[in-house]
């Protein structure tokens, strides 16, 4: 007994087995059901066990989906873009140009705590700014920026994107700034010395060692831009689609085959994209 | 690095402001609007000032369930941030040394984290629904949040551990400490701290969890589920009121969460000891 305690394979699986459980139960398990379910026929009112390609042949005859499939990567290149950008340069910022550790730390919670508060909330809360009588129209109004109130503020693409970005930044701020805060100073002192400009210091020293922490705030972000359902649905005031609003309509309609048929592509789509831009970083290594 | 700061500090720290007022500047104007007048909208200006709306989330008939929705979330977010702290240091423990399979378990902790939410409601549902159980929040509700809040739980405990000086459990075990005892008294009290990161993570992803208890939840709805049916058919500034008061909800629990962190590294600092001190 214990040198069967000792085996790192037992004790390995011991401490892991709850985890696991918990991945198969609700992670395994479910994906195989929706492939399952994706073959299966449906009624109006059920559905049943079958063996079809019903699904995956009006998923895929329908001009319908190849739309929403590129709505929805248009999406999530925007996103990424805006970000990235917004992302890094706030990173940037915190890392390289706030010199005292507490108020590195201070400033780096004041971006990460709306992460721990709600998004419906946080959605909710652009309304009275970007809706027809909103702040910014009224405001751009005064300013006599424009005569009448901008109609594509609110429930537009626009309110979209505004939306992704306002919940997602920090998605990038997080990874960006833990991998800049390992950068050895002295390898930026070594560039200056060497005569680089603090532009050059940035594109050839800072910007490659960021490149893992880009990696996984990038992976975040389109994933979460991808698999997004409800942003979509709320601030396009159900005008815009992506993946995930086809999906959960079908799910409302109870056409839960054709539904996982959806499902099941857009998630080989989602893993096919992380399977690329993992090929950039090691994940374990960089924790 | 010292001395006068160059003219580039000036505009990041312009656009780090303003990236913060992009962050909160919603939230606020919410918090202003949610003292609207009776007679006040959803947008400026303010018609009076009044806790009208507030008050309406305490009559029972003007809004849904909120406050059973309310308890049912903070019954669920406790039940997920204890799992999840339990869970993640166990699968943190393991995953310090290779073992058969653990790249397979590590490759779907990562699924876990990037799979769209959705599909995991979808699926938990579909499991439940064709063997006959019945969706509920404290079971497959439970199980589907688990998904979404161990990935954070192991990351961090595995950012712990790659900075955690064996050397401390070295000394123990040769001081003839059994390994239920090291880990008891050295592992967990120098990895205490990170461990009120994993609950708060774990409880404020289940407070605010929407797409992963979308169908496994069953008729009785959480707080984010209540608010989501709100924002289709409730048009008066009692939804900010309520976004409102949940929101301070999880500052103050966030609060609470970094207090203790502050304390324990006070107390620990008082007490000499430098184990811990990396950044996560």
Request: hydrophobic content about 55%.
């Amino acid at each position: 007994m214990r040198n069967l305690l000792k085996n790192r394979n037992v004790s390995g699986w011991m401490l892991a087995s709850p985890l696991a459980v918990v991945l198969v139960c609700f992670l395994v398990l479910p994906i195989a059901m929706i492939i399952v379910v994706s073959f299966w026929g449906a009624t109006e009112f059920s559905i049943y066990p079958a063996f079809l390609f019903d699904n995956y042949a009006f998923l895929f005859g329908s001009p319908v989906t190849y739309s929403v499939f590129f709505n929805t990567f248009k999406y999530a290149v925007i996103t990424w873009g805006f970000t990235l950008v917004i992302g890094f340069t706030v990173a940037y910022f915190l890392a390289f140009h706030v010199r005292s550790l507490t108020w590195q730390i201070a400033l780096f919670l004041l971006c990460t705590i709306p992460f721990w508060t709600s998004n419906i909330i946080r959605m909710i809360s652009w309304i009275p700014f970007l809706g027809r009588n909103g702040l910014a129209n009224s405001t751009l109004i005064s300013w006599g920026v424009i005569d009448e109130p901008l109609e594509w503020l609110l429930f537009s693409d626009f309110s979209v994107i505004l939306a992704f970005v306002h919940l997602y930044t920090l998605f990038m701020v997080v990874p960006i700034f833990n991998t800049m805060m390992r950068i050895d100073r002295s390898l930026i002192e070594a560039a200056y010395d060497n005569g680089a400009s603090g532009l050059q210091t940035l594109t050839n020293v800072i910007i490659p060692l960021t490149k893992p922490g880009i990696m996984i705030g990038s992976i975040f972000v389109v994933t979460l831009v991808m698999g997004d359902f409800i942003t979509v649905r709320f601030m396009s005031g159900s005008q815009s689609a992506n993946v995930g609003r086809l999906i959960s309509n079908d799910i409302a309609l109870l056409q839960y085959p054709s539904a996982a048929a959806t499902a099941v592509v857009l998630l080989s789509t989602v893993l096919l994209i992380i399977a690329v831009l993992l090929r950039f970083v090691d994940i374990r290594k960089e924790l | 690095m010292t001395g006068k700061r160059p003219r580039s500090f000036y505009l990041l720290a312009a656009f780090f402001a303003l990236f913060l007022l992009f962050l909160y500047g919603p939230t606020l104007t919410i918090a202003i609007l949610s003292f609207q007048g009776p007679d006040g909208g959803l947008t400026f200006p303010m018609r009076g000032v009044s806790t009208h709306w507030f008050a309406d989330l305490f009559r029972e008939q003007a809004v849904g369930d909120i406050w059973g929705s309310f308890s049912r979330s903070l019954v669920l977010g406790v039940m997920v941030m204890l799992t999840t702290v339990v869970v993640s240091v166990m699968g943190g423990l393991a995953f310090r040394k290779r073992f058969v399979g653990s790249t397979v378990i590590f490759y779907l902790v990562i699924t876990s984290l990037v799979i769209p939410s959705i599909l995991v409601s979808l699926g938990v549902g579909l499991i439940f629904s064709q063997s006959g159980l019945n969706v509920h929040w404290s079971t497959s509700g439970f199980g589907s949040q688990l998904t979404w809040t161990l990935p954070f739980g192991l990351l961090i405990m595995f950012a712990v551990f790659n900075r955690f000086d064996r050397s401390f459990e070295e000394a123990a075990r040769d001081q003839g400490a059994s390994a239920w005892q090291t880990v008891r008294h050295v592992v967990l009290p120098i990895i205490a701290p990170s461990l009120i990161g994993v609950a708060l993570f774990g409880f404020t992803l289940s407070y605010d969890e929407f797409a992963r208890t979308l169908l496994t939840s069953g008729s009785y709805n959480t707080l984010p589920l209540e608010i989501y049916g709100m924002t289709t058919n409730v048009t008066t500034p009692v939804i900010f009121a309520l976004g409102t008061l949940t929101t301070l909800f999880s500052l103050g629990v966030i609060a609470i969460f970094l207090l203790s962190v502050w304390v324990q590294s006070r107390r620990r600092a008082r007490h000499g000891s430098d184990a811990g001190q990396g950044m996560v």
